[in-house]
């Protein structure tokens, strides 16, 4: 029997984009949803895949958006929450703050979807002791914002690197955009938190087990603009080394991986945005060929529950989560 993998979308918007950026015209909202859902969804249905799609509530909450996010339930996906805002600081949000964040989200997915979301990805993988405090107070099942990872020094000098008129305050925000919780020490597994009476599964977003490098679709594609011979060795020896170190996989993808320049024209300076979408989706098709032919691949909710019937080690969510993880040595290869 194959092991089990998981795979899911963040459906960031244009404006999501934009606003992490510090690009102006984020605040009319503009959406790219309407070419790109469709897009995405003839994509999974060809392979016979049901995923789960992190949507931003703001988005569900426009009528302009309401039809494309209603497709993407009917096809049977799983609605997870992506917050309200996708403001990539969370971990600076009060514990009032937060649950009026999820309480819209979950509100306006339910009301376009039919579904009530029980797990969470933050935007920017944030995360902090409160956010998993209101989760469990919610009753989520489980939660993904956790990205392993020793780069994030390098994916935030991007950001600041891109955005010279950024203001002091607003780099200040965005310093704190990647990494939280010192991720590279955090599991490739996953694991329980325990937030008082109540617990929530961790399913980090897998990454190169050993190298923590990102292992995800966008990265993949980047790396196939310089050599796709090159990114498809990365992509096999990733998929092995999940094998080899048991590690359950769990893959993300982007709006971007569906989109070029051509759909896009604000977000042209992102990276392999300027790959035509027929060679995207050749490559991507590819990636899902080879990783669907190693793993039963199926939704988070379903992934979060196999992985809640084992014995998982636990995380102490409240006091001191920031250091629980850093009172470790670092991880043994693939953990
Ligand atoms: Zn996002």
């Known amino acids: 029997m194959k092991p089990i993998a998981s795979l899911s979308l963040d459906l960031d918007n244009k404006w999501a984009y934009m606003k992490t950026h510090g690009d102006a015209g984020w605040e009319s909202l503009p959406s790219y949803l309407d070419v790109c859902v469709p897009r995405v969804l003839r994509f999974l249905r060809e392979r016979d895949?049901?995923?789960?799609?992190?949507?931003?509530?703001?988005?569900?909450?426009?009528?302009?958006n309401a039809e494309a996010v209603g497709q993407i339930s009917a096809a049977g996906h799983e609605i997870g929450n992506h917050s309200f805002r996708h403001e990539p600081w969370l971990h600076l949000y009060s514990k009032e703050e937060l649950t009026?964040?999820?309480?819209?989200?979950?509100?306006?997915?339910?009301?376009?979807?039919g579904q009530k979301p029980v797990g969470f990805r933050g935007p920017g993988y944030s995360l902090s002791p409160t956010v998993l405090?209101?989760?469990?107070?919610?009753?989520?099942?489980?939660?993904?914002s956790t990205l392993p990872t020793y780069i994030a020094p390098l994916a935030r000098a991007y950001y600041f690197f891109k955005s010279p008129e950024m203001s002091p305050e607003e780099r200040e925000k965005r310093k704190k955009l990647f990494g939280k919780f010192a991720d590279g020490f955090q599991s490739l597994k996953p694991y329980r938190w325990q937030i008082g009476e109540k617990t929530l599964t961790e399913i980090p977003v897998t990454t190169l087990p050993l190298f923590k490098t990102p292992i995800h679709a966008s990265y993949v594609i980047y790396l196939s603009t310089f050599s796709k011979l090159a990114a498809r060795s990365y992509w096999r020896t990733a998929l092995e080394m999940c094998k080899l170190t048991g590690t359950q996989l769990s893959l993300l993808l982007h709006p971007l991986d569906f989109l070029s320049g051509e759909d896009a024209s604000e977000l042209k300076f992102f990276p392999a945005m300027n790959l035509p979408v027929e060679?995207?989706?050749?490559f991507l098709s590819d990636i899902l060929e080879s990783f669907q032919n190693k793993f039963a691949v199926v939704n988070m909710q379903k992934h979060a529950r196999e992985a809640a019937k084992q014995n998982l080690k636990v995380r102490r969510a409240s006091n001191g989560a920031e250091r629980a993880p850093l009172s470790k040595p670092p991880a043994v290869a693939g953990n």
Do not use: S
């Not at 895949?49 to 931003?56: A, G, M, R, S």
């Not at 060679?279 to 050749?282: A, F, G, N, P």
């Open 49 to 64: 895949l049901q995923i789960t799609f992190f949507i931003v509530g703001q988005d569900a909450a426009l009528d302009k």
């Open 100 to 113: 009026e964040e999820f309480a819209k989200t979950e509100d306006a997915l339910e009301k376009v979807t």
């Open 133 to 144: 405090e209101v989760l469990a107070q919610r009753n989520y099942e489980y939660d993904c």
């Open 279 to 282: 060679k995207k989706l050749e």
